[in-house]
């Protein structure tokens, strides 16, 4: 058995936002609570405040490199802080520092884990082969079972190598009861609402696979029968640069005559209050999402869901004709569908009070029980545990109750 405090180094390019970011500080902070030492390897970024108060360690480091040399000497520096800080296990959370930690991890000798949190594209044998690092681990961690299933398909990693971990959602912070009415009003305030104006909530950076294009054109069919009046869709996110991007959804906008209608109104820092201020979400990805936490955490605020029925949103959003109309918790549709979208749009604007308030129950009650953040953290511990014959997820147990 290793050593009751066993120090987990985490290795990611960026602290700044996204579900890899937030999973190695949800993480360093399980670690702490767990009674280990908590390293994140990074260049830093806005959360490293969050790190701080998790009981993470973050040492600054040039992570984010692709160039091949870069690679290589980072493995050595890798190593060499792995034997400073006593390191009982390397995981990385991102291919380009993947290969440097693999390299290290065999070098010094001790276990390497990694986590695939997306979909990554490949076109062509080298990028393939850049890929494969995140499949070359001691034990694998896939955020979904669809994501576990690309690994395997492209890889052929077996199944015992394999630990399917969703992605958690914090059931504290979204809590539609802990959100004040003061919270809500300025979300809406600031997104320009009125009295009696109901939100639909597209959350997700501005980039063209998120499907605004096919929310924009939803909102348009919506408009031309009539059926928007009341109604306002918010597109939430950052343009992360991509300008043009972002001047060619307000063409869009302004071309259908929805300037009232449809808002690009930024980051929104607030996620449950904004979901408490929405009557809807949406997820409307044109290309498959590994995991997709907005539709778990929109859930988890009882606020209704309909996503694209590719990628792990199936696993999470459950949705007639797979289950029947009672035991469903939103809605699932064709990606790039605008018309399939406005319809189930339409449905879900037009349901009354108490179906809603009935969805709402059973989607949080599932969130909790499948997806929740406390889950993520035991069996990420387990994961651990498995490879250093340690008590981590014992302990962790042990002192949440406490």
Known sequence: MTTDRPTIMQIIPDLDTGGAELSAIEIAGAVTVAGGRAIVLSRGGRLEADLEVAGGELYRFPAATKNPMRILANAFEIGRLAKQFGAALVHARSRAPAWSALI?????????VTTYHGAYNET????????SVMARADLVIANSHYTAGLVQDRYGTPGNRLRVIHRGVDMERFDPAAISAERVTALRNA??????????????????????GTVIAAARKLMASGRLNG??????GDSQGREAYAESLKAQIAQGGLEGNVR???????MPAAFAASAAAIVASVEPEAFGRTATEAQAMGCPVIATNIGAPPETVLSEPAVTKIEA???LVPPGDAQALSQALERLLELPAEEVSAMAERSRNRVSEQFSLNSMKTKTLAVYDELLQTEL??????SSRS
């Open 104 to 112: 290290a991890a065999r070098r010094v000798g001790v276990p390497f």
């Open 124 to 131: 062509g044998p080298v990028k393939r082969l850049y890929n």
């Open 191 to 212: 997104w320009g609402l009125r009295d009696g104006d109901r939100a639909v909530l597209h959350p997700a950076r501005l980039t063209s696979w998120k499907g605004q």
């Open 231 to 236: 109604v306002v869709i918010i597109l939430a």
């Open 264 to 270: 690009l109104v930024g980051h929104v820092a607030d």
């Open 329 to 331: 918790t939103g809605w």
């Open 393 to 398: 997820r014992k302990s962790f147990l042990h």
